[in-house]
């Protein structure tokens, strides 16, 4: 059993909700992730999602683009961020890691390489935001070869058929794009994910994750009661984003212990 399912079997025992954040790792020094990593556990996270920099982020908004800048400038590489994966593991062989990220430096290695290099240091799974289902025959096979759970986005517009063929191939949970826009953005509307998730449920069999727009923990709890699962990435950014160096890790900690008690409310 994978990390991820053996995750979310735990928490829908216990009747809760799991807490996703996500930032990029790199931001704003590399120095910091991997402590920023285990702040993140010991705040209440139950999957992490690391963001793999990329120099052309189009699913994100500007806080998750200057994010890849400054990791970018910190000269963070995708070979760099599986070795903060490795170095995590050292101490935390439970809390699932999912890589986050864009196809370029992924096809740059070659998906075999990519694939055996992440079982290898403890990567849980893979969510390649410019890799739709049609076109990630062979990167699958590659992952599921080595244990990685292929991970899939949905969206607001994505059709039935679409849906049904992500069913098909996608492990460990599903990531729904709560609002049509990119990461940050404002325009969150609860009454269409409450009308939605259902319809996802009727040919997903694994969690759902909810994501984008999510800014504070009222939305966070709200979201939790449609839900598996509640992703939170530009607000987290943000807070690297504003934080100096000597208090961002607390700050981030306060932040995501605030996520936690609001989606434990829920």
């Known amino acids: 059993m994978s990390r991820i ?7 829908k025992l216990d009747n809760r909700r799991a807490l996703i954040p996500f930032f990029t790792a ?10 920023l990593m285990h702040a993140m556990v010991e705040a209440g996270a139950d ?12 699913a994100d908004g500007p806080v998750i683009q200057r994010a890849s800048e400054r990791a970018l400038k910190q000269g963070m590489s995708l070979r760099g961020v599986l070795q903060m994966v490795s170095e995590f593991r050292r101490a935390n062989d439970r809390t699932p890691i999912v890589l986050m990220g864009y196809g370029n430096p992924i096809e740059a290695m070659g998906w075999e390489v990519f694939a055996r290099r992440c079982q290898e240091v403890g990567v849980d799974g893979v969510l390649t935001v410019d890799f739709p289902p049609e076109e990630s025959h062979d990167a699958f096979l590659h ?4 244990g990685i759970d292929p991970i899939f986005l949905l969206a ?6 679409r849906v049904e063929q992500v069913a098909r191939l996608a492990r460990g949970y599903v990531y729904y794009v709560s609002l049509k826009g990119v990461t940050g953005a404002g325009n969150l509307d609860l009454s269409a994910i409450e009308q939605k998730i259902p319809q996802l449920r009727r040919h997903i069999k694994l969690p759902i994750g909810v994501g984008f727009g ?5 939305t966070a709890q709200a979201v939790a009661r449609l839900c598996d699962g509640v992703v939170v990435g530009s607000r987290i950014v943000q807070e690297i984003e504003d934080s100096d160096e000597q208090n961002l890790i607390a700050n981030v900690s306060r932040l995501v212990s605030e996520l936690r008690v609001a989606i434990d409310q829920a």
């Open 26 to 35: 790199g931001d704003p020094n590399p120095m910091f992730t991997v402590p």
């Open 143 to 146: 992952l599921q070869s080595h």
């Open 5 to 11: 399912q053996a995750t979310f079997d735990k928490l």
């Open 156 to 161: 607001p517009t994505t059709e039935d058929a």
């Open 214 to 218: 999510i800014r504070d923990a009222a």
């Open 47 to 58: 999957v992490i999602e690391l963001g793999v920099p990329f120099s052309d982020p189009m």
